[in-house]
């Protein structure tokens, strides 16, 4: 995946949930949209090396975008829309492991019974597969990943409708998409949402597939190389 144009400068703080500060290389500051919901532990320390894309949407409040931030364990791409655009790549490059010959990749595919959407709905030799994408961007240990990094009901939302497409006789997919390029192995952060570990547990030994990938990035451009361990 390409990656816009990208502007480097130094994270002074993240705030408000959607707003960063940067300076620049210049010594000037501005205010950047975070396009990141989650806590964002561990990659959004001040001072740390951080770069920013810029929109020419004149709409815009903010023009500038927090993309990047380097952490002592590699960058972090912190903006989790990317990570759909990253696995729509993989699924197309036959880079998932348990799905070979896609006829069709839906993006944004209604859940059959319930309100809400899975990020993609995979066809593949007639037979449907509901994929659910999660960023991953925490790091709780050594090369060791996290999800998710604040308590999730929409996450665990995910898991229940993934089970309910097993229970009709359809397969399902759960990918953990390590934009964190440190990252070797994921595991549920039972610490920060027991709740979501639990049943991620559960619906695993249901029949809910469950993956997750590495990234890397030169900063020009981002992509999925590798598979990673997962520890239920």
Not at 87 to 107: M, S, Y
Not at 110 to 119: A, L
Not at 130 to 142: A, F
Request: some cysteine; proline content about 5%; overall charge negative.
């Amino acid at each position: 995946m390409k990656l816009p144009e990208l502007f480097e400068g130094v994270l002074l703080r993240r705030y408000k949930r959607f707003l960063a500060d940067i300076e620049l290389p210049d010594g000037s500051r501005i205010t950047a949209h975070c396009p990141n919901t989650g806590a964002m532990t561990g990659c959004a320390e001040p001072g740390s090396p951080a770069w920013i894309s810029v929109s020419d949407n004149l709409k815009r409040k903010y023009p500038h975008t927090l993309e990047i931030v380097q952490t002592p364990q590699g960058f972090v791409s912190v903006n989790t829309g990317r990570a759909n655009h990253l696995v729509a790549e993989a699924l197309d490059n036959g880079r998932v492991a348990t799905i070979d010959a896609p006829t069709l990749i839906k993006a944004e595919a209604k859940i059959p019974e319930g309100d809400g959407r899975f990020d993609f709905l995979v066809i593949e030799e007639g037979a449907h597969v509901s994929v659910e994408v999660k960023s991953t961007t925490l790091m709780v240990g050594d090369q060791l990943g996290a999800f998710p990094d604040a308590v999730s009901s929409r996450a665990l939302k995910h898991l229940d409708a993934l089970a309910r497409r097993v229970v009709a006789g359809e397969r399902a997919l759960l990918i953990f998409c390590a934009q964190h390029c440190g990252i070797e192995q994921v595991r549920p952060a039972e610490e920060i949402d027991p709740a979501y570990a639990e049943r991620l547990l559960e619906v695993a030994q249901l029949g809910v597939e469950v993956q997750a990938y590495g990234c890397s990035t030169d900063l020009h451009h981002m992509s999925i190389d590798r598979q990673l361990t997962v520890q239920l």
